[in-house]
């Protein structure tokens, strides 16, 4: 399956189809901007005997989730995933919430975040988990504004992001309100729904940075992520 993104082409060779029919729901449809194919081949075994993680600095780096090997290169991701994993749901998602960390184009990083596009650029909401990022985006899409992306954003330091996927994440009674059906959870509670406007485009200008809150609002990477994976070029400070 190929599979267009804007971290490049997805070029993903797996039986799981777990994984594959997210990657589908997901509709990256845009245009893609970078030149270049990032190849996932992942395969099904009968079981993965859990191991410590490779340091933060290895390279290629092997990392173990619910029963399954992750190897990393910065174009390339190699997976056995176990057929005894607790909860699929948490490794696809881990899996492709951590895509545009592990394999960011050269020149960008991958940040926790919402993001709307406004008139005026792209505003971008930061916080941790579960203060409000996708709230605050529908907020701003009720004023007038168009989801951008939810969850992931990459950004540039010369103050560009791109999107990563506009689906909202979004807690049960946000998706009924949104849709007026009533959703079946996944393993984190909560739901995948489009939004009610999505921006046209997959690139723009950040306009402004907008904390939720949380201890480390801009670069919280989610349980799992090293922060040597992120933050390399310290831009957060000229956003704020």
Not at 139 to 166: E, H, P, Q
Not at 214 to 229: F, K, M, N, T, V
Request: net charge negative.
């Amino acid at each position: 399956m190929r599979v267009p993104s804007t971290i490049g082409w997805l070029d993903i060779e797996s039986e799981w189809y777990s994984f594959l029919h997210f990657v589908q729901q997901q509709k990256m449809e845009l245009p893609v901007l970078e030149d270049r194919t990032v190849t996932i081949r992942i395969r099904m075994v009968d079981d993965v005997e859990p191991a410590v993680w490779d340091p933060p600095d290895a390279y290629p780096r092997t990392v173990y989730v619910d029963r399954c090997r992750f190897t990393l290169w910065k174009d390339r991701i190699e997976g056995e995933v176990s057929r005894k994993m607790w909860t699929a749901g948490v490794v696809v998602a881990w899996l492709w919430g951590g895509l545009p960390i592990i394999c960011a184009p050269d020149g960008w990083e991958c940040v926790h975040a919402a993001a709307v596009d406004t008139d005026n650029g792209i505003v971008l909401i930061a916080g941790a988990h579960d203060t409000g990022k996708t709230t605050t985006a529908l907020d701003l899409i009720a004023g007038g504004g168009r989801m951008f992306s939810d969850d992931r954003v990459l950004v540039n330091r010369y103050g560009m992001a791109r999107a990563w996927s506009t689906l909202l994440h979004a807690d049960p009674r946000t998706a009924q309100a949104l849709t007026g059906e009533v959703h079946t959870l996944d393993a984190f509670g909560k739901v995948w729904v489009p939004p009610p406007a999505t921006s046209e485009r997959n690139e723009g200008r950040l306009l402004t940075v907008y904390s939720t809150g949380g201890e480390r609002p801009l670069w919280d990477d989610g349980p799992g992520w090293d922060s040597a994976w992120v933050n390399r070029y310290g831009f957060g400070e000229q956003l704020l």
